[in-house]
């Protein structure tokens, strides 16, 4: 695991879309897998600018990200389809066809994680973005989540709904429930970049990169892929 300690959030953005931006230049078919959360904004910020100043294109370029909360449509300004419009496709010259986000609104939930599942067999991520959960989850995979797990409905912790609700109008109104990825399918991806900012993340920083390999800490997982990349501010840094 390759970890880059930066001195703030701007620096770790900055480097995570330079990082992004050189594999969709060697490859412009490249398929990458996203992330929400506050964590890589900064890097969707700096890959906009990129676009808009130096020309990357995206035109062949594929996405899938991670999760989805149940019970949103993807017009629901908390969901995450509407979030990655907002913060990243609709200042790119990616194709919506080809972005790809579990469907929080499908009423079969089974068959909507199948479809997932098939849909990343056939996309293989060249890099997955991930951010980190303070209780050390990624993508909604929270701590006791097999590591063989596959796409599946998530019955979020009060932890992280807690975490999450500082974008609702109440906690009331934060899902319950969200679609993940699940582990196996973050560590099918060829590379992996971690971006993680703040000291409430530090302690999950450290199990992450030097703790015991347990569920207990999902990201802990990610010690036995050949290819991580964690950018982290000093801050998250600081316990290790
Ligand atoms: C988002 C996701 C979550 C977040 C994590 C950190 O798609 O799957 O795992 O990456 O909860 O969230 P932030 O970045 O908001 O601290």
New binding site residues.
């Given amino acids: 695991m390759k970890v880059i300690i930066t001195e703030n959030y701007e620096e770790m953005s900055a480097k995570a879309a330079e990082l992004i931006i050189s594999i969709v230049k060697n490859n412009p078919n490249a398929v990458l897998g996203?992330?929400?959360?506050?964590?890589?904004?900064g890097t969707y910020e700096n890959m906009a600018k990129d676009h808009r100043e130096n020309g990357t294109s995206y035109k062949s370029v594929t996405t899938v990200?991670?999760?989805e909360y149940v019970g949103l449509t993807a017009d629901h300004d908390q969901s995450?389809a509407y979030f990655m419009r907002h913060n990243l496709f609709d200042h790119i010259d990616v194709k919506l066809s080809n972005t790809h986000l579990p469907c929080g609104s499908a009423s079969d939930v089974a068959a909507e994680c199948d479809r997932y599942n098939a849909l990343l067999e056939n996309y293989k991520q060249d890099v997955q973005v991930?951010?980190?959960?303070?209780n050390g989850?990624?993508?909604?995979?929270e701590p006791g989540t097999p590591f063989d797990s596959v796409t599946h409905l998530v019955d979020l912790t009060e932890n992280?709904i807690k975490?999450?609700s500082r974008l609702f109008a109440s906690i009331d109104e934060v899902p319950r429930q969200a679609l993940?990825m699940g582990i196996k399918n973050i560590m099918n991806a060829k590379s992996i970049l971690v971006?993680?900012?703040?000291k409430n993340?530090a302690k999950a920083v450290k199990g992450m990169v030097k703790g015991e390999i347990t569920p207990d800490l999902p990201a802990s997982v990610l010690q036995l892929h050949p290819f991580v990349t964690v950018i982290c501010d000093k801050d998250a840094a600081s316990e290790l």
């Fill in positions: 996203l992330a929400t959360g506050s964590s890589p904004i990200n991670l999760d995450y991930l951010g980190l959960g303070s989850h990624i993508g909604f995979n992280t975490d999450n993940s971006v993680v900012s703040g993340k």
